[in-house]
């Protein structure tokens, strides 16, 4: 994904914010959760079609419905999602992925390499990944907000990329750590676009 198509994706979120929750379920199915984190997200995978999404904090799979909402569904799509415990999303609409697209989205149980650390279950997800041969079009990092904890993800995450792969960072602004890595890590270091009303940035054109 390259700085015109973030562009693209940026005017959409801008403009129209009312449209873009169509494409597998109705605006009023979208959870009524921080609207603009979720519309920016819903933006970007529209424009990029990614077809592997990996998350590391996925909770109940509020933020995974957005992006689902964008992704080229067929059967090599693919949404592996990491966190530290794992929750059935029995809060998102039934238009998320886990339900009405569970013949496409597979789901990876990664318990044993869980624990109180951030970066325990990239072992596991790297050598899925290596063994299914695939690489990662969206990454959206939204898991330890500890400075540690979101370089650990960030440097570790970021070697299962695409040659188009995209990072997405959630709370730059409001998590102190991920503030800090951003500024410090980040910002001056990578190609980058801002959201500030959804508190996130893309780091994009990785290499």
């Not at 794992?86 to 339900?99: C, Q, T, V």
């Not at 995450?157 to 890590?185: C, M, P």
Request: with cysteine; charged share 20%; hydrophobic share 35%.
């Amino acid at each position: 994904m390259n700085e015109q198509q973030i562009t693209e994706a940026l005017s959409l979120f801008n403009s129209n914010a009312h449209k873009i929750m169509s494409h597998h379920g109705a605006p009023g199915d979208a959870p009524n959760r921080n609207p603009p984190h979720g519309v920016w997200l819903s933006a970007l995978s529209h424009v990029q079609k990614p077809k592997v999404f990996l998350e590391i904090g996925s909770r109940y799979g509020l933020t995974a419905f957005y992006v689902i909402q964008g992704m080229s569904i067929d059967e090599d799509s693919l949404f592996i999602s990491v966190d530290l415990d794992y929750h059935r999303p029995r809060e998102a609409p039934p238009s998320l992925g886990f339900s009405q697209n569970k013949k496409y989205f597979r789901d990876i149980r990664l318990k044993e390499y869980w624990g109180k650390t951030s970066n325990d279950s990239y072992p596991a997800v790297k050598k899925y990944c290596q063994d299914s041969c695939i690489q990662v079009d969206f990454l959206l990092i939204d898991g330890c907000h500890t400075y540690e904890g979101v370089k650990s993800d960030f440097l570790n995450y970021t070697n299962l990329l695409s040659k188009t792969g995209i990072v997405v960072l959630d709370d730059i602004s409001s998590q102190a750590g991920v503030r800090k890595f951003y500024t410090e890590h980040i910002k001056n270091n990578f190609k980058t676009i801002e959201s500030s009303s959804s508190d996130m940035c893309v780091v994009y054109d990785i290499g």
